[in-house]
Structure formats: C-alpha cells, structure tokens
C-alpha cells in the first residue's frame, strides 16, 4: 500500500459500531437482485458478498421498501422485509454471515418510497402520493395524491419493523432513504413540495417530523446502539419544476439551498442520525444524483466538508470519488470521513483491495456512462455495468479454465478484442492479437480525448496492462490481411476489426471538412469556429469539448432532436449533455441540412429556407461503418470464427465489451 492511501484503511465507528475501513460500498439497485416476495435471490447475495470479498468495510444495500400497500405505484421486485418477513431472515442471514466472514459491515437501506418521483405505469395505475398534491415528476397533468397522517404514521411503524427484522437478520445497521435526491421523505422536508398546513407541514421542524420520527422509532424498537445512517443532500439544485441547476450557474433555489441543509443536517443529528451519507441534487436535476462523466471528480466534496464543519457524526462522500489520491486527500483534510463507492465497485469489485495492495493500476475505471447501471435499472432491466459483465450474475458468469486449450487469434485491439482476448488467456488459452494501429483502445483513443472522458483512455491503458500481464502475444501495427490469416495456425478466431467514421462530401468544402477522430487526436485544427455535422453522441461530446476550449460552435442535425440516434442514454446524462450544450453556448440546430460549403463558411437549408453559417471548419459525426470484409474474406477458411464489436454491429462500449466476453467464455 502506498503510504498516502494509508488513512483510507484506518478503523472508524459509527455510533458504536466500528468498520474496518473508509471505503463504503454505496447504494445501488436493486434490480434482478430480489424475488417477486421482497427478499434477496442468490445472484443478490452473491452480488454483496463479491464487494465485501474485495474489501470494502461498510456495504450498504440498494433501495428496499418498508411496505408495499400505500404507494401503489411502486417499482416491482425491490427488497421489503415486511412483506415476508420469515423468508427474508432467512435469505438474508445467509448474505449477511458470508459477508462477516470477510470483516465486513453491512447495512439494510430503508426506503419510504418515491413519491411525485415513482413510475406509476407499472402497475397499472395513475395514483401516485406526494407530501401534498403537488405534480408528478414524470407524468404531465399527475397530481400526487396528499398522504394521510395515519399513513405517514403506517410508514413510520413500518420502518421500524423492518429495522428489527433487518437486525434478526444480521445487518448491522440501517440507512434511511432519504433526505435526498427528491424522494418522499425529502418531498416533506423542502417547503417547495410541503404545502401541509397539519404538524407535518408548515415550519422547519414540522416539515423534519417524518424523518425525525423514523430514526427515533427505530432507535426505540432495535435500541440506541443500533446504528442508523441518513442519506442526506445539502443542497437539491432546483430552478424550477423538473429543472436542475448546472455546475457553475447562477440560479435561484427552488429547494433546499446551503444554509437551509445545514440547519436540516444539525436538527436531524439531533434527532438521532449516527452518520450522514451525503451528496447533492434531486430528480429535478438528476445529474447531481447520478453524477455522469460530464461532472468533475468529487463534486459533492465542497458539499460535504460544509457537513463536516458542522456535525459531530461521520460524513460519508460518494460523487465520483474513484481515484485514491483524491479520496486519501480528501479524508486527511478534512472533507469527509468515508469514501463511498457505488459504480467504481461495480466496475472491479476488488478495488480497496488493489488499493490496499498497491495495486492501483490494475483498477478497472468505471467510466461514469451509466449504461449497464441506472441506465438498466431506468428500463426496468437487472443492475450490470458496461465494463463488467459479471455484475449481478457473479457465480453464473464466473469464468472457468478451458477444458481443451486452444490456440486463438484476435483481429483487432479495440475493446471487444482486448475483452476477448482478456477472458480468453484467463482461461488457459494461448492468446495472440493483432492490432493495425500504434496502441490498444480503438474508438476509445480518439472518444476519450476530452478531459470528461478521461476514463475511456484509463479503459485502453488497463487493457494494455492485463494484456501484458496475462501474457497475450499482441502485435502492434500489424494489418492483418487474407493471405496471413488463412496461413495461421489457430484453433479459433476473433475478427474485431472495429467501425470507421462515415464520411459526407460537402461541396468545395474538401479543405475545411474533418472527421471527428482527426480533430479529437490532434491531427486537424477546427479553427475559432466549427458546424458539427451531426447531433448523436459523438457530435454532441465532441461539440462540448470545444466549446469548453472556447471555439464558436454549431449543431447541424437533420432530426428533430439531438441525440436520438443509437440506444436512450441514461436520463441524467442525456439532461446534463443538452443542458450543458446550452450554457455553453452551442448553437443548435435540427431539422436543418448541410448544402454547401462557401468563402464565409456553409451554407445549410431549414424549412426551405437556407442561410449561410460562418465557420472556419465542420466536422463530421454522422456514425461508422463496421468494417467486416477480413471476416467475410476468410469466415469459410477458418473452422471456428467469431466476429465481435463493432464489425458485427456498431454499438456502445458495453455491449463491444459484453459480446466479448460471452464468446470468449465459452470458447
């Protein structure tokens, strides 16, 4: 371990229970962890024990309801341990006894529900409730139904019957869900959504009555030592209904500002919180919550050591805090007290052990797109993680040492070949890959050029690293032809020979018209001012990057909407990236063509109106074409052929990277 990381693995008690460490494996899911009964499956107790496996000290589970009757409209398959309560101790004790073995804590997240934020389709029903009628996050023309006092006081003796049944379980605490993000419990805390006017409404601490007397009936029910810990936002971002406020934007606070949440924090300490798991943000800005790459590492940093100054309890910080050195220096400065980790440990569930171990360049990053996480879990599809396959699936994903080792050639060094030939030499077989480039990582060199894609490149770097070490033969700037590959002598055969960017003639544009890659790399300069030809994803990123380094930019797409080609994007990314587009000043314009180019710069056509945008340069982002002629040439001289990534279909990194896998295990 290196020595400035030390602080990360000092002891720390929460009220009286004492964890090993300062890595906290945050909240995350549940979905395809649980049965249909409220209680944990065996890919959910695997799932847990494989993070505690790899270190952490407090592991804190995803989301689980208290009951199931008054919010109606709630996500199906979450964690309830009323719902049957004998069934859950006894799937659960399992979880919780494994994890113990491993010096680990584990505490059940106890939630009220979702409130104006739940997915009131899913069962069929409109009905949704809220603190008081107030609109729905999602459904325009909803209005929440108020809770009633005798509801409010249900929930309050549901939770602590859970807690005692979490505690018969094993775990060793509870987290409440939460004073944060916008959920029920939060809606009755800020005066924005709490128009009561009973004891639950109106001053400050009517509108805490609920989250006070939740910890305080737990407390009473399970005793004052058994811990309980609050997730906690200090600030929701709010401008107005179902609008966020961005990093560095000047806007009035619909919700709880600063001051208020310091107020909160202390008067909920007071009522008897053992730790505060803090963040920022809410559904209206979701962004916050569920921070994409596009937020700077440790955002809720400045946040949380407002909370430190004030509270006598631990704090706890997620937010992107992946990298060591700024969560070590974090803590030895005072900013927090725990490290909180959700992605990242879904991406390596090893990580405090590698750091720990000193390991940190065998770190797999979590590159913050939320693909395989919320963007699963927002589609109602089991929790995964884009460069991890095996999450949630741990024991059925494992890989196995090859009955017969072969001899398997990989075409190609993008991310499906580096997965495959990964997954491929940990099972014995004896690897070679061929690259035609300089180095490893494909799309990923050019599409991580931008510093908020910073990970993608720590991807291509950590390949390279697990290449070397598991003793791959990689061949750098070796095209691979017809002629050379039916002279191989291979028992398999992986063509993932990636995607090229697609190109479009501009008229007497020829000089001042690039590809995306060539700017992002370096090779072309755009000028002071640039269209971008193209408004998916990568003319979107590529658009940020250089409004961020100052250049006039213009959006040029022919849809009606920008990003609408490819798979949805996680909500929070799509909302921070469009929103951010716009604060930085990004002209955009859909429905609109590209006719020409002219000396002023190029000409485009809306509505059979055309116009002449000035600009020193376009770049075109209008997708790739797979390139899948070796595999074609060859597929019927080779025996045993598999054709991977983006030559098969051109798709995102997860699933290059989860179609490598699944070949690669079972070859």
């Known amino acids: 371990m290196k020595q400035q990381h030390a602080n990360l693995f000092n002891p720390i008690k929460i009220g009286t229970l004492e964890i090993k460490n300062r890595i906290v494996m945050g909240p995350m899911g549940p979905g395809g962890l649980t049965t249909e009964d409220g209680v944990y499956n065996e890919k959910g107790v695997e799932y847990y024990v494989a993070r505690a496996k790899g270190g952490a000290g407090l592991i804190l589970t995803g989301v689980t309801y208290v009951e199931n009757e008054i919010e109606k409209s709630a996500m199906p ?3 309830c341990p009323t719902l049957n309560p004998v069934n859950f101790v006894k799937t659960a004790k399992i979880m919780t006894e494994r994890i113990h073995a491993y010096d680990a804590k584990i505490f059940l997240q106890l939630s009220a529900g979702f409130g104006r934020v739940s997915v009131p389709a899913i069962n069929g029903t409109m009905e949704a409730i809220g603190p008081s009628p107030i609109p729905h996050r999602w459904v325009p023309g909803l209005v929440c139904r108020e809770l009633t006092i005798a509801e409010i006081k249900t929930y309050v003796r549901k ?12 775990f060793d605490g509870i987290e409440i869900h939460a004073v944060h993000e916008g959920y029920l419990l939060d809606q009755f805390t800020i005066s924005f959504f709490n128009h009561r006017t009973d004891e ?4 400050l601490m009517n509108r805490l009555r609920f989250s006070s ?7 009473a029910e399970c005793g004052q030592d058994f811990p309980v810990i609050l997730r906690y936002s200090i600030k929701s971002f709010i401008k107005d209904w179902n609008k966020g406020g961005l990093p560095g934007e000047d806007f009035v606070e619909k919700g709880r500002d600063i001051e208020e949440g310091k107020e909160v924090a202390r008067l909920l300490e007071q009522a008897g919180y053992d730790a505060f798991d803090g963040d920022v943000g809410s559904y209206d800005s979701w962004y916050w919550s569920h921070p994409p790459m596009y937020h700077k590492k440790g955002m809720y940093l400045p946040y949380n050591e407002i909370l430190k100054q004030i509270l006598k309890v631990p704090v706890i910080t997620a937010g992107r805090v992946d990298d060591p050195d700024l969560a070590s220096e974090a803590i030895a400065t005072g900013k927090t007290d725990m490290i909180s980790m959700a992605r990242p440990l879904l991406a390596d569930p090893d990580l405090p052990n590698k750091i720990r171990q000193g390991k940190i360049e065998k770190i797999r990053p979590c590159l913050s797109c939320q693909e395989g996480c919320m963007g699963r879990l927002q589609h109602f599809a089991s929790l995964s993680c884009a460069v991890n396959p095996a999450v949630g699936r741990e024991r059925e994903y494992d890989l196995k040492q090859a009955t017969v080792m072969k001899k398997v050639v990989i075409v190609g060094g993008g991310v499906a070949g580096c997965e495959a030939a990964r997954v491929c030499a940990l099972r014995g077989h004896k690897v070679s890959l061929y690259e035609k480039s300089s180095r490893l990582g494909g799309n990923v060199i050019p599409g991580g050029a931008p510093d908020f894609k910073e990970d993608d490149i720590k991807l291509a770097d950590w390949y390279t690293l697990e290449l070397k070490d598991l003793k791959v033969d990689v061949h750098l700037n070796s095209e691979v032809t017809k002629e ?3 002279k191989q002598d291979a028992d398999a055969v992986i063509v993932a020979t990636g995607s090229t960017p697609k190109m479009l003639r501009i008229e007497d544009g020829d000089d001042k018209v690039f590809t995306a890659e060539d700017v992002l790399l370096g090779k072309k300069d755009p000028g002071k001012s640039t269209v971008i030809i193209g408004g998916g994803l990568v003319g979107c990123e590529t658009a940020l990057w250089l409004a961020q380094a100052g250049k006039k930019v213009t959006i040029v797409e022919m849809m009606d909407g920008i990003l609408k080609v490819g798979g949805p994007l996680c909500s929070a990314n799509d909302e921070m990236l469009k929103e951010l587009l716009k604060f930085k000043g990004v002209d955009i314009r859909t429905q609109t063509a590209i006719v020409k180019a002219n000396e002023q710069g190029f000409i485009v ?3 059979d109106q055309t116009e002449t945008i000035e600009a020193d340069s376009a770049i075109i982002c209008i997708g790739y074409n797979g390139q899948r002629k070796l595999y ?5 001289a080779v025996g045993e052929i598999y054709l991977l990534g983006d030559a098969r279909k051109v798709q995102n990194i997860m699933y290059a990277i989860w179609d490598a896998y699944e070949v690669a295990r079972d070859i």
């Open 484 to 486: 050379m590959m039916t």
């Open 632 to 636: 074609d040439e060859v597929k019927n």
């Open 159 to 170: 939770f602590a019957e859970s807690a005692a049944i979490a505690k018969k379980a094993g």
């Open 77 to 79: 398959s979450m964690a």
């Open 213 to 219: 007397e939740i910890v305080q009936a737990i407390k």
């Open 605 to 607: 056509k809306c509505n």
């Open 200 to 203: 639950y409404g109106g001053s």
